[in-house]
């Protein structure tokens, strides 16, 4: 069957965002300067027992991120890059088997841990250049203006595989808004993260820690114990994140509204894309239960997103006419229906859905601006005239005002 794909469209009347050099060095002299106060502080500050300080974690990685930006140390290459990935993922799986286990051997787990570090330090260079091939080969990369010819990837590409923190989300329970999150160690127990949520609820507060797959610190953080194709995805997302950083839509980042929506949502679609063109460009094959992912579990018997969309619709509505005790009443039967159907949650609030919420492009999100970031994604079908365009919003107004004139320049108007 003939598909058509619409031609890319960009020239939509916005202006580009174009710092000065001198900019980017005050920005990146300002950061350093930061992270150098953060080392001073290091022995002398401390927060609450489970709180998570993201300065420790740029003042513990800035000078071996410092050594990597200066090139010391080789860059595997393709061969020697791909037997570090097979190793690397082969033992995330063993990992992963030997943990899912009703007794875990600590002994074998931390052994296979420690055999797995050999390697990550090769996954990640690797990662990295093939981040910046794909990068580059969509014309994403900065021109230097006093080197003709001379392009760079700004930010580089630099993520650490480790453990993220975890993240304490708060909504009010009279609707789904995220308000106020905290960082939080890695490795909680089930008892402490019931403790910080009991202490975080109130009557009109709901809470709930939700594990992360990444952070977009500099370097990014990026879980360890995923498969091969969600490291590809995550990592490529928390770029996007740096990119955006020095573009309008990034500095709207923590400013409420539908800012995170906003972030998160082109994220994800560009970051999607990002590891797509490194599939074509890298077709590396990992046998399935060597790829980093986790023994196979029974099959769900329903479809999680055609009943997790159905959820939200539902609460939002039931949220809106002020019946918030039959909105947790109907989410707390659901996410037993949804346990007896194979798809365990832990807890499913209005915290729940204010976090996965903000990735808007996904069945837990009601927000318009979802389905418009991917209207303008089918309209250009390249991450990089898509960035171009998404890196200018600020606000869902600018969304809908760029994607009006967008469409109308490809004769697709809706």
């Known amino acids: 069957m003939l598909s058509l794909r619409p031609r890319p469209v960009t020239d939509v009347g916005f202006q580009r965002w174009t710092p000065h050099l001198w900019a980017l060095t005050l920005i990146s002299a300002a950061i350093i300067g930061i992270l150098s106060g953060s080392v001073a502080t290091t022995f002398v500050f401390s927060g609450p027992s489970y709180e998570y300080h993201l300065w420790r974690w740029e003042a513990n990685t800035i000078i ?190 923590g400013e409420g509204g539908d800012a995170e929506a906003l972030n998160e949502t082109t994220a994800n679609i560009a970051g999607r894309e990002i590891a797509n063109l490194i599939r074509a460009a890298h077709p590396v094959q990992l046998p399935q239960g060597a790829d980093g992912t986790a023994p196979p579990g029974p099959e769900p018997t329903v479809d999680y997103s055609v009943e997790m969309r159905r959820l939200r619709l539902e609460v939002d509505a039931l949220l809106a006419e002020g019946k918030v005790d039959e909105a947790e009443r109907t989410m707390e039967d659901r996410r037993r229906y949804l346990a007896e159907h194979g798809i365990p949650i832990r807890k499913l609030n209005q915290a729940y859905f204010a976090f996965y919420g903000t990735y808007a492009d996904t069945p837990a999100s009601s927000n318009p601006i979802g389905p418009k970031i991917e209207r303008v994604w089918e309209l250009t079908r390249d991450v990089g005239p898509f960035l171009t365009l998404m890196r200018d919003v600020r606000t869902a107004g600018d969304l809908d005002t760029m994607l009006t004139k967008l469409e109308r320049a490809s004769g697709q108007a809706r």
Do not use: C, M
């Open 64 to 253: 071996g991120n410092l050594f990597d930006r200066l090139g010391i140390g080789p860059d595997p290459n393709d061969t020697v890059g791909e037997d570090a990935l097979r190793h690397y993922f082969g033992l995330t799986s063993r990992i992963r088997a030997a943990l899912d286990t009703d007794n875990p051997d600590a002994d074998l787990v931390d052994a296979l841990t420690g055999e797995r570090a050999a390697y990550a330090n090769d996954v990640e260079r690797l990662i990295e250049r093939y981040i910046d091939e794909a990068v580059a080969s969509r014309g994403l990369q900065r021109q230097l203006p006093l080197f003709n010819g001379v392009a760079l990837t700004w930010p580089p590409v630099d993520f650490n595989l480790t453990s993220p923190p975890q993240l304490l989300v708060r909504s009010p329970r009279d609707r789904i808004e995220r308000k106020g999150d905290t960082l939080l160690k890695a490795g909680l127990t089930l008892h402490q993260i019931e403790d910080i949520e009991d202490e975080a609820d109130s009557a009109s507060t709901v809470s709930i820690v939700v594990a992360i797959g990444g952070l977009a610190a500099y370097p990014a953080i990026v879980r360890d114990d995923r498969s091969y194709d969600s490291l590809l995805d995550t990592a490529s997302h928390e770029w996007v994140h740096h990119y955006l950083a020095f573009y309008p839509l990034g500095e709207q980042w």
